[in-house]
T-cell receptor
Framework: NAGVTQTPKFQVLKTGQSMTLQCAQD?????MSWYRQDPGMGLRLIHY???????DQGEVPNGYNVSRSTTEDFPLRLLSAAPSQTSVYFC?????????FGPGTRLTVL | AQTVTQSQPEMSVQEAETVTLSCTYD???????LFWYKQPPSRQMILVIR??????QNATENRFSVNFQKAAKSFSLKISDSQLGDAAMYFC??????????FGAGTRLTVKP
């Protein structure tokens, strides 16, 4: 049972480049979410999904896109990376009350 | 929007002693969940304890317990018999029924041998 997996673990981008952070879970959870964690701050919710085909914005959605075509996968897309998006990104999936987090992706945008 | 405040950026405790981490939140909802997460240097987010707002009884998990004061919107974490492995960042989190989740800025706990 792998839980929540994220790839890649580290990524360096140049300003304006695009990329997709991958997230997958094998717990058959309907709810999945993406967070970013900046130094000195807690996690902030970017986007979330309550099931396949349904997504919604969180606290800081600008600059990010998501889609949910399957229960297992919830990719996060950066269409045009900016230095302000340098952060650690966490994906999580949830049963009815508790979230389980992936190991995180450290993204640097130069 | 809900906000979560952790007023103690850093705390220190002697090994085997007890420490309490503070958390307050602001909400107009009556039904929600509260959590404490631990984040060691590995960066992994580890669930420590959770509390459902409709339950008056304070949650307990081994050496970890909470003091949930719903009217005061307070949710503190007590760690008893502190161990070196408890050293980490601790985050308080609020989750509403519509799945919106908010985290506090964290408290860095140091455990002294």
């Amino acid at each position: 049972n792998a839980g929540v997996t994220q790839t890649p673990k580290f990524q360096v981008l140049k300003t304006g480049q695009s990329m997709t952070l991958q997230c997958a879970q094998d717990m058959n959870h309907e709810y999945m979410s993406w967070y970013r964690q900046d130094p000195g701050m807690g996690l902030r919710l970017i986007h979330y999904s309550v099931g396949a085909g349904i997504t919604d914005q969180g606290e800081v959605p600008n600059g990010y896109n998501v889609s949910r075509s399957t229960t297992e996968d919830f990719p996060l897309r950066l269409l045009s990376a900016a230095p302000s998006q340098t952060s650690v990104y966490f994906c999580a999936s949830s049963d009815w009350d508790t979230q389980y987090f992936g190991p995180g992706t450290r993204l640097t945008v130069l | 929007a809900q906000t979560v405040t952790q007023s103690q950026p850093e705390m220190s405790v002697q090994e085997a002693e007890t420490v309490t981490l503070s958390c307050t939140y602001d909400t107009s909802e009556s039904d929600y969940y509260l959590f404490w997460y631990k984040q060691p240097p590995s960066r992994q987010m580890i669930l420590v304890i959770r509390q459902e707002a409709y339950k008056q009884q304070n949650a307990t998990e081994n050496r970890f317990s909470v003091n949930f004061q719903k009217a005061a919107k307070s949710f503190s974490l007590k760690i008893s018999d502190s161990q070196l492995g408890d050293a980490a960042m601790y985050f308080c989190a609020y989750r509403s029924r519509n799945n919106d989740m908010r985290f506090g800025a964290g408290t860095r706990l140091t455990v002294k041998p």
